[in-house]
């Protein structure tokens, strides 16, 4: 099943405009990643925050963790066309090594 | 290419039928996971491994699937007796063993079609 729920499903904006996707989970966690996937591709990893964090940055990506909230959300600064893709939170539960993911967020960046 | 392969991308069959995917990791990571991803959901977890130990099975994984990694490399998926709800893309990823990480790297996976 699974654990998150990115919100919002869809998000559409103009190239240059800040991005802003929020991910809310159900259990402890150990760390809670950021993955892209262009539309039919497999997913790339972009960013991780542990959870003793509360804030991460990459590049034009900014990451806050709130572990009372259960709750975190991504960034994307300056968006441009090649950010469109889905956008999804995968959770690294504490106690187990595998992933939860939610069922993110579609991003289209328009020129 | 270092990355994650697999073999092959996309998969044409009949209900019934049984399929086998292949899934080459990064070449130094011992751990290699199993996901299942229907369209608009995200990936969903099947199995992993450790080396060629089989550490950890989802409920979603049925009796009819039964994945391999019989010498801690590559890894099998096999699917038997397919059915139309077995239509999905089946992504593979690997990682190292770090217990506070887990960053992990997928490979573009194999799109099955049940028909």
């Known amino acids: 099943s699974q654990q998150g729920e990115e919100d919002p499903q869809a998000l559409s904006i103009q190239e240059g405009e800040n991005a802003t996707m929020n991910c809310s989970y159900k259990?402890?966690?150990?760390?809670l990643q950021w993955y892209r996937q262009n539309s039919g591709r497999g997913l790339v990893h972009l960013i991780l925050?542990?959870?003793?964090?509360r804030e991460k940055h990459s590049g034009r990506l900014r990451v806050t963790l709130d572990t009372s909230k259960k709750s975190s959300s991504l960034l994307i600064t300056a968006s441009r066309a090649a950010d469109t893709a889905s956008y999804f939170c995968?959770?690294?539960?504490?106690?187990?090594?595998?992933?939860?993911f939610g069922k993110g967020t579609m991003l289209l960046v328009s020129p | 290419d270092t990355g994650v392969s697999q073999n092959p991308r996309h998969k044409i069959t009949k209900r019934g039928q049984n399929v086998t995917f292949r899934c080459d990791p990064i070449?130094?990571?011992?751990?290699l996971y199993w996901y299942r991803q229907t369209l608009g959901q995200g990936p969903e977890f099947l199995t992993y491994?450790?080396?060629?130990?089989?550490?950890?099975k989802s409920r979603l994984l049925s009796d009819r699937f039964s994945a391999e990694r019989p010498k801690g490399s590559f890894s099998t998926l096999e699917i038997q007796r397919t059915e139309q709800g077995d239509s999905a893309m089946y992504l593979c990823?690997?990682?190292?063993?770090?217990?506070?990480?887990?960053?992990?790297?997928f490979g573009p996976g194999t799109r099955l079609t049940v028909l």
């Open positions: 995968a959770t690294r539960n504490s106690g187990y090594s595998t992933l939860t």
């Open positions: 259990t402890s966690i150990n760390n």
């Open positions: 925050i542990r959870s003793n964090e």
């Open positions: 070449s130094e990571h011992n751990r």
């Open positions: 491994f450790q080396n060629e130990a089989q550490l950890e």
């Open positions: 990823a690997s990682s190292i063993q770090d217990p506070g990480v887990n960053e992990q790297f």
